[in-house]
């Protein structure tokens, strides 16, 4: 069994003394109850400080090469969250970026510095249509590193944290990312030859997916996941994330022919899940509503949309939504926190509310928090 090192073990000893185990159950029941549809005595808050908020020893090619130094700067981002009394969830990933599923395709990533990683080089249709999927993708591309970190995570965490499935995407996105923006001439020129390479994306999600919930010991149905985060929820009754950015550069008939028939094949086998994307397409989240592998969604962009038709919608359809949404100029903490609030109506369902650095300002997540609870209280 690998030993944490020094600095490790400092951050999880700091992490063990700012933590509250009974407000993080709570917290999990509350999400729990939010993603099957029920009603809560509170809804959840989860709060989180992103990366480049939290001082990190190393870049991001050295964490994406070093299991250890992607740790370290995971810990420190959970020790800032578990400082704050809030509902979320304490899980970190193999923090590998899009590139995880089109790595088995053969594609190889460039990994810089100070960004993401991003891949060299697509395939071409020829490449695409003499293409394979191996039958253990547990030994391919970058799917083993993601093991191997898993694996390094847990010996070390040994249950502090929660360990995640690293960004896996969704299946058009998944093909977007291998075939490039020409795929967006396909659709017109050579749809069957698009349908051919989303049935490969979709096998290839499905069999990832898989893979990773098993080096977890995770159940398919269920799980965590933070997002990016590492304040995230407790999938209690759809155990995937699908991520459709892609799909709102599309026209409603081929969203209905190229995207749902695969997303809904792709949650189905995990008994279901949540999806985001970022954009805007009216016609994406209408569809979605009425998907019933969805449970939720997550919107990149929400300063793009409705709130309240958007929460409404949703809680109508019995899903919910996760995420934050824009405080407006000059609105005081309280009042932004009560139309938060007015969002799911008299019930007290059908939201996760994500609490972040740039709604707040300059007031406290401390002060937030409380006041979160108190406004739910006083109902």
């Known amino acids: 069994m690998q030993e944490a090192s020094g600095k490790v073990q400092a951050l999880l000893d700091a992490i063990d003394s700012a933590r509250d185990p009974a407000a993080e159950e709570r917290g999990r029941l509350r999400i729990a109850a939010v993603y099957q549809g029920r009603e809560v005595d509170c809804l959840p808050i989860l709060f989180d400080v992103p990366a480049h908020d939290v001082v990190a020893d190393t870049d991001l090619h050295e964490q994406f090469y070093s299991a250890e130094a992607m740790l370290v700067a995971h810990l420190r981002r959970v020790l800032a969250a578990a400082a704050v009394p809030q509902d979320g969830q304490y899980c970190i990933r193999p923090n590998l970026g899009v590139v995880l599923v089109p790595s088995v395709f053969g594609l190889e990533p460039d990994v810089p510095h100070d960004a993401m990683p991003r891949l060299r080089a697509h395939l071409n249709k020829d490449q695409v249509k003499r293409f394979r999927l191996p039958q253990d993708v547990s030994q391919c591309g970058l799917v083993r590193r993601a093991i191997e970190y898993i694996n390094y995570f847990h010996q070390v965490l040994q249950g502090r944290v929660h360990v995640y499935v690293p960004d896996t995407q969704g299946v058009f996105d998944i093909a977007h990312l291998i075939l ?52 995230g929820i407790y999938m209690a009754s759809g155990g995937a994330r699908s991520s459709e950015d892609a799909a709102t550069l599309l026209r409603p008939q081929h969203i209905d022919e190229f995207v749902i028939p695969y997303l809904a094949k792709a949650l189905r086998a995990f008994g279901g899940g949540f999806v985001h994307y970022c954009g805007r397409n009216d016609h994406l989240f ?11 969604i997550n919107l990149g962009n929400p300063e793009m949309h409705d709130p309240a038709y958007c ?69």
């Open 180 to 231: 490039g923006n020409a795929i967006f001439y396909e659709l017109y020129d050579d749809p069957e030859f698009v349908h051919q390479l989303l049935d490969l994306c979709l096998e290839a999600y499905v069999q990832v997916t898989i893979a990773l919930k098993h080096a977890l010991d995770e159940p398919l149905e269920s799980g965590y996941h933070g997002h990016g985060m590492v304040a």
């Open 286 to 296: 209408r569809t979605l509503l009425a998907l019933p592998e969805v449970r939720g």
């Open 311 to 379: 929460v409404r919608a949703l809680q109508t359809h019995g899903k919910f939504y996760f995420g934050s949404w824009p405080r407006l100029p000059g609105e005081t903490l309280r009042s932004y926190l009560k139309r938060m609030l007015h969002l799911t109506g008299a019930e007290r369902k059908g939201m996760i509310f994500l609490l972040t650095p740039r709604e707040l300002g300059r007031d406290s997540p401390e002060e937030a928090i409380r006041l979160w609870r108190e406004l739910q209280q006083a109902q």
